[in-house]
């Protein structure tokens, strides 16, 4: 039997276990996938040795990097692992994002804001400039080059038709909290996708439904990102779509 498994912090969110056991029993592959919650990095150090593949989800998509063997050049030019398979890291979170949002882009869809500049964020940034969109990221804490929530003024949301929030807010069970953006200055031409999937209409998007904008949640990403997860450990392929 294989074993496969996810680490990260808290897990009380994640689908993956429920997904790769169902798709091992249907299939009839001699495997399981396990939950790994972990408070800290070091602790993975034992299952790198010992499962046959393995998912990172955050907190530690960017720290599990310098505890590997090498990256494939998708990981390395996002800077985010979310899959590794014989201690090398491969991320197929911005696949699963550019395959979910594509459908919803629309030609008029130049710039995008992506709250969060954590591991998922990387994805959607890559992904995002891979589909030929102008990002600007958004940031409790702005470096050179981002914006602060502070700083988005109504002509800033409505230059950025698409915004992407890659943060945990609004993700069960804190499901009341939503990013601080200025809500009333969206409206049809906007494209709202959340990264979170659990609840299914997260405040953000609850917002954006409610002003008539487009919007999505990462339940297509996920599944994307985990179909190609597949055929990574199971030596089918990787890499990200051009």
């Not at 912090?9 to 996938?33: C, H, T």
């Not at 398979?85 to 197929?92: A, V």
Request: charged share 25%.
């Amino acid at each position: 039997m294989k074993h496969f498994g996810i680490i990260g912090f808290p897990l009380v969110q994640s689908f993956s276990a429920r997904y790769f056991n169902e798709k091992f029993a249907r299939e009839g592959i001699d495997a399981e996938y396990s939950l790994y919650p972990m408070e800290r990095i070091e602790e993975a150090l034992p299952l790198l040795e010992r499962l046959d593949g393995m998912n990172v989800t955050m907190p530690y998509k960017q720290e599990i990097v310098g505890m590997l063997d090498g990256l494939d050049k998708t990981a390395e030019q996002v800077g985010a692992v979310n899959v590794i398979c014989r201690k090398i890291g491969y991320n197929t979170d911005c696949l699963g994002f550019m395959r979910s949002i594509r459908e919803a882009l629309l030609p008029t869809d130049k710039r995008a804001l992506v709250l969060g500049t954590g591991g998922a964020s990387k994805a959607v940034q890559y992904g995002l400039r891979m589909l030929g969109l102008d990002v600007t990221l958004v940031s409790r804490t702005p470096k050179d080059g981002m914006l602060g929530y502070e700083d988005l003024t109504e002509e800033v949301m409505r230059r950025n038709q698409v915004i992407v929030n890659t943060t945990p807010l609004g993700m069960y069970p804190d499901i009341t909290t939503k990013a601080p953006i200025p809500y009333d200055f969206i409206g049809s031409g906007h494209l709202l996708f959340d990264c979170v999937y659990n609840p299914e209409v997260t405040g953000f998007l609850a917002e954006g439904k409610r002003r008539g904008a487009r919007t999505m949640n990462g339940i297509g990403m996920l599944y994307g990102q985990a179909e190609e997860a597949w055929k990574i450990w199971s030596g089918v392929g990787s890499g990200a779509e051009k």
